[in-house]
């Protein structure tokens, strides 16, 4: 399982490492960045591997002994180390390539919603290169293609939240008529274990997204009313030319410098780019059901996490209703 330290791999090591599966995890964390992935199975059942996407020798070696391969690597910004195309095209090709050649059965391979090579965002672009590699290399990988995640970890409503309580007004690209279908991580990753347990998946491209559209202006005013924002909404509407703008010393630095730096999710130029278009599930596509897996909705228990950025923070209602809701 290769990501399983990123946000979406935690999950998914915690549902498989219930089915008793031994479980091989290469990446290039050190100890305290993994250890809380060691206890999401019995003693032994948790294999930690160091190794670099660049090392082929080390891919090799921790694939060879697996009959299933899930690969969740991947990355929202380029850096002077790792380019998208390094992360996204590259490495998954390597990959698809070594497994086809080692004899192992099954690769499911992680890209996302939207992953289109007219899609204006180089993350995107370089996302749908790295199907395409991979199907070329092991025609009967499985895709998976979420929509934006939400979940306690994740980078959207955290960082409107974020940016919601640091700012006077929290910028939004454009007009924010961006559509989305946000999905519950922990969906993903219940989804991600039904396609590992089910050999009729193979070859399929899965799309998996909420059952709600939302614009990223939805989102952001349905953060500021969970968090209680005083005045809300609270909103500055950005042209995408000038946000561009703004960020491109800091894009300049990322690609430069060899050491790592603070990089907001709103300031890339990858993020500004994709806001142009939509990011809706195939109606033909399989998703959700197909799996027999009805995806949470964005209110109620799930966006609970957010409820630490409240302005004046909890009250004793507060306490009471978020009791009666994990008791529903």
Not at 61 to 83: D, I, K, L
Not at 117 to 137: E, I
Not at 147 to 175: Q, S, W, Y
Not at 258 to 267: A, H, I, S, V
Request: aromatic fraction near 10%.
């Amino acid at each position: 399982m290769f990501g399983s330290s990123g946000f979406l791999g935690r999950y998914v090591v915690n549902h498989i490492g219930k089915s008793g599966s031994k479980m091989i995890l290469p990446n290039r964390c050190n100890e305290n960045a993994r250890q809380h992935l060691k206890v999401m199975g019995d003693l032994g059942q948790i294999v930690h591997l160091d190794f670099s996407i660049r090392d082929a020798d080390a891919i090799k070696y921790a694939v060879e002994r697996s009959n299933v391969v899930v690969n969740m690597v991947g990355r929202e910004w380029e850096t002077r180390n790792f380019s998208f195309e390094d992360v996204h095209v590259t490495f998954p090709a390597k990959l698809a390539e070594i497994c086809k050649e080692v004899g192992v059965e099954r690769l499911v391979h992680v890209s996302a919603l939207g992953a289109s090579h007219a899609n204006p965002s180089k993350y995107y672009q370089t996302k749908a290169a790295g199907d395409d590699a991979v199907r070329a290399a092991f025609p009967n990988a499985t895709i998976v293609k979420p929509a934006k995640l939400i979940g306690t970890e994740d980078r959207l409503l955290n960082v409107f939240a974020e940016h919601t309580c640091k700012f006077p007004l929290a910028p939004l690209v454009d007009d924010g008529e961006s559509k989305h279908q946000p999905v519950y991580v922990d969906d993903v990753a219940l989804a991600i274990q039904a396609i590992v347990e089910d050999e009729e998946t193979a070859g399929q491209t899965f799309e998996l997204a909420g059952d709600k559209v939302y614009t990223m202006e939805d989102m952001l005013r349905f953060v500021q009313k969970t968090i209680r924002t005083p005045g809300y909404p609270k909103i500055l509407y950005v042209p995408s030319f000038i946000l561009r703008a703004l960020g491109a010393p800091h894009e300049f630095l990322l690609r430069k410098v060899p050491f790592p730096l603070p990089t907001p999710t709103g300031l890339t130029k990858s993020y500004i780019d994709a806001q142009s278009v939509n990011y809706l599930k195939n109606p033909r596509a399989p998703g959700f059901e197909q799996l027999g897996i009805k995806p949470a909705k964005l209110e109620g228990v799930v966006i609970d996490y957010l409820r630490a950025f409240r302005f004046g923070g909890y009250d004793a209602g507060d306490v009471a209703g978020h009791l009666q809701r994990q008791k529903s």
